[in-house]
């Protein structure tokens, strides 16, 4: 399955406290794969390269994991 991952550039209002403080609350919140694919063709790459520092260990451990798979697929789409 081929999900959408977005292309638009992170830009200042993206990366200030509060959004993302917004982002690590939605990735904190992920319990599935596709939430994880929901929250990556929505948000810029690097706004969630930098919640995902402040997400607790064990949701990053679970983020790393659903992002290998969806890369992965991405792969052999």
């Known amino acids: 399955m081929k ?8 830009t200042r209002e993206w990366l200030t406290l509060e959004s993302i403080d917004y982002i690590v609350e939605c990735l904190e919140a992920c319990q599935t794969l596709e ?28 983020l790393v994991d659903w992002l ?8 052999a789409a």
């Open 68 to 75: 290998q798979v969806l890369n992965q697929e991405e792969k």
């Open 3 to 10: 999900y959408h991952i977005c292309e638009e550039e992170a």
């Open 35 to 62: 939430m994880v694919a929901d929250l990556r063709a929505i948000f810029p790459r690097a706004a969630l390269r930098s919640a995902s520092i402040k997400v607790s260990e064990a949701q990053r451990q679970r």
